[in-house]
């Protein structure tokens, strides 16, 4: 069975620092590109990151670009996001995402299972 | 960055009726095309991906048509657990993008 789960959230300053978790188990890790997605209260979902299976390539998108680091250790299968330099408008639920296509080396397209997701709330 | 837009925003439907919600790109997206579908304080569960094919246990009352720039999710004659919101996403550009969602609810 699939499970993914996230931890690390919480409540930070605006400029703070934050790093996400997620423990995957379940299946082969090494061979999914895995995501982070974010909802904000009461709002829909927004692709944050994802990284492909391997590590070797990530993808942002722009409000977090320079701010946000996805990687993954492979060995530990478990996936992280390293938020910096955090704004109040980074405040929501954050999931994690394995894809739903077997590659080592393309990156996410689409999510077949996700966690139940950690809230991170920037605020003074 | 790619638009995704939803229409309706809600739509109201009684249980055993069909509903047909909509979905459109800004460009071309091919087939490269999921759904999802949310319920309150739950994760997303995929539905339909390829922009036709149901994921797996996905009943077959959902499926999913369309292709560039138009897509549709029908769901036939609904279930009380079909309530829910419900999410596009294109993954055919970066950055990955979704939709606002579409809330069906009961009418």
């Known amino acids: 069975e699939v499970q993914l789960l996230e931890s690390g959230g919480g409540l930070v300053q605006p400029g703070g620092s934050q790093r996400l978790s997620c423990a995957a188990s379940g299946f082969s890790f090494s061979s999914y590109a895995m995501s982070w997605v974010r909802q904000a209260p009461g709002k829909g979902l927004e692709w944050v990151s994802g990284?492909?299976?391997?590590?070797?390539?990530?993808y942002y998108t722009d409000s977090v670009k320079g701010r946000f680091t996805i990687s993954r250790d492979n060995s530990k299968n478990t996936l992280y996001l390293q938020m910096n330099r955090l704004r109040v408008e980074d405040t929501a639920v954050y999931y994690c995402?394995?894809?739903?296509?077997?590659?080592?080396?393309?990156?996410?397209?689409?999510?077949?299972?996700w966690g139940q997701g950690t809230l991170v709330t920037v605020s003074s | 960055e790619m638009v995704m837009t939803q229409s309706p925003a809600t739509l109201s439907v009684s249980p055993g009726e069909g509903a047909t919600l909509s979905c459109r790109a800004d460009q071309s997206v091919s087939s490269n095309l999921a759904w999802y579908q949310q319920k309150p304080g739950q994760a997303p569960r995929l539905l339909i991906y390829g922009a036709s094919t149901r994921a797996t246990g996905i009943p077959a009352r959902f499926s999913g048509s369309g292709s560039g720039t138009e897509f549709t999710l029908t769901i036939s004659s609904l279930q009380s657990e079909d309530f829910a919101v419900y999410y596009c996403?294109?993954?055919?550009?970066?950055?990955?993008?979704f939709g606002q969602g579409t809330k069906l609810e009961i009418k």
């Open positions: 996403q294109q993954y055919n550009n970066w950055p990955r993008s």
């Open positions: 995402a394995k894809d739903g296509y077997s590659s080592r080396w393309y990156g996410p397209r689409y999510f077949d299972y």
């Open positions: 990284i492909c299976g391997s590590g070797d390539s990530t």
